[in-house]
């Protein structure tokens, strides 16, 4: 009886890891919905106006994060990440991952100052947890 044999790589719709771009979407997945969180929430931003709306001690920093300037810069970042993963642009991600992790980490200050300014929210709690994703994707990624 012969022993089976794992193949030494994944293999993707008959595609090696490194072949392709449907080989690097599946490799990237992570930095994928990354990206596209970044994107989604920017979008958000541009169309719920005044969703960070504080009245308080921390009210101009929460306001400017819910500027139109806020949005658009989450939008770039967003598809900027989701562009450079899948047309494999290495050199470009490891500043959009940077910013990417920068901006939210704002994010997460502006919803813990709501919080501390009696806007109880959630959202510092979930920001958190997508910086440590955005880290992780960092540590982990090879930029080659």
């Not at 400017?64 to 967003?78: E, F, P, S």
Request: aromatic share 16%; proline share 1%.
């Amino acid at each position: 009886m012969t022993k089976k044999q794992t193949p030494s790589r994944r293999i993707f719709y008959g595609m090696e890891e490194g072949d392709g771009m449907k080989a690097r979407i599946y490799k990237n997945a992570l930095g994928l919905i990354l990206g596209g969180q970044t994107l989604l929430f920017g979008l958000f931003l541009l169309f719920h106006k005044d969703f960070m709306e504080t009245k308080g001690a921390y009210e101009n920093f929460t306001n400017v994060m819910d500027d139109r300037h806020a949005a658009t810069i989450l939008i770039i970042a967003g598809a900027m990440y989701i562009l450079c993963v899948v047309f494999n642009w290495n050199r470009l991600r490891r500043w959009a991952i940077v910013a990417m992790s920068f901006i939210w980490l704002i994010f997460c200050a502006a919803f813990f100052f709501r919080e501390l300014g009696g806007y109880p929210n959630s959202g510092w709690i979930l920001t958190i947890g997508l910086n440590a994703a955005i880290i992780y994707e960092a540590v982990k990624e090879d930029f080659e």
